[in-house]
């Protein structure tokens, strides 16, 4: 609870077993629940999800193990965005990259900009690898001139937003394209109540796993096509 609002965060998970209890342990207290969604996991990251719930009642590990070409990170996003009770949600990463710690400013802005969804921006941070940070600019610039939208992180795994706009957000990507979809749709469809706020990203805590070429190209392709013909509605897995 923080400001009189119940928070629920949301972690899409997968393969993360090596550190997901310590990442767990130190979730701050103003997290009234945590939902870790795991997508086809081959460690231990179900059973120590499954320890985790017995030592923290407001830990829960769901599995959702659908997905499009590999990839389920959109799929778990939406089935733990359907399933939080809370009235304001932040969705983050397992890996310990986004500061969720920073949620009281994170909340403070958006009260004063009256916002309802933040995408909580990396960028600019000369920290970040320049391949990495050069693919965002291409998508963003995609943006740009396709959907005529300024934004400086389109690929950005944190969001925060009041439960209540979760209809208005229209999700329907199961694999990575969930992150530019929520965006985009946040855009379209509460104008200027979306707003990116800027947060600083700490390293990934374990190797990665990701194909950034491949991932970049898949996004590339589907903002573009994104731009005329748009799909709507929430999946989850029930
Ligand atoms: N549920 C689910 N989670 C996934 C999947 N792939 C990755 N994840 C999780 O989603 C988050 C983002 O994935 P990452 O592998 O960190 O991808 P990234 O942030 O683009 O790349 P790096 O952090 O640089 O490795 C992490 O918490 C992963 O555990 C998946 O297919 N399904
Ligand atoms: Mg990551």
């Known amino acids: 609870m923080l400001y009189g609002l119940t928070i629920s965060l949301v972690m899409p998970c997968r393969n993360e077993a090596k550190h997901l209890a310590r990442m767990v342990a130190a979730i701050p207290d103003f997290y009234d629940e945590?939902?870790?969604?795991?997508?086809?996991?081959?460690?231990?990251t179900v059973a120590i999800g499954r320890q985790l719930e017995k030592l923290y009642p407001r830990f829960h590990l769901l599995v959702d193990d659908r997905v499009v070409s590999g990839i389920g990170y959109g799929f778990a996003h939406m089935t733990g965005i359907s399933r939080a009770k809370s009235s304001i949600i932040v969705c983050a990463d397992s890996d310990g990259t986004y500061p969720i710690e920073d949620l009281p400013r994170i909340l403070g802005i958006m009260k004063n900009r009256s916002l309802v969804f933040a995408s909580c921006s990396?960028?600019?941070?000369?920290?970040?690898?320049?391949?990495l940070q050069l693919g965002v600019k291409v998508l963003n610039l995609?943006?740009?001139f396709l959907y005529a939208i300024i934004i400086h992180d389109s690929l950005s795994g944190m969001w925060v937003f009041e439960r209540s706009v979760v209809p208005s957000l229209h999700l329907t990507e199961g694999d990575w394209n969930l992150s530019?979809?929520?965006?985009?749709?946040?855009?379209?469809?509460?104008?200027?109540?979306?707003?990116?706020?800027?947060v600083t990203q700490r390293t990934r805590l374990g190797e990665t796993k990701q194909s950034y070429v491949k991932t970049g190209l898949g996004h590339l392709k589907w903002i573009f096509k994104n731009r005329f013909t748009q799909r709507e509605g929430i999946q989850s897995a029930d």
């Open 180 to 198: 530019p979809q929520i965006k985009l749709n946040a855009h379209k469809y509460l104008g200027d109540r979306f707003g990116e706020i800027k």
């Open 122 to 131: 990396r960028y600019p941070d000369k920290n970040i690898p320049f391949t």
């Open 142 to 144: 995609e943006i740009f």
């Open 34 to 44: 945590i939902i870790c969604v795991s997508n086809k996991s081959t460690d231990n």
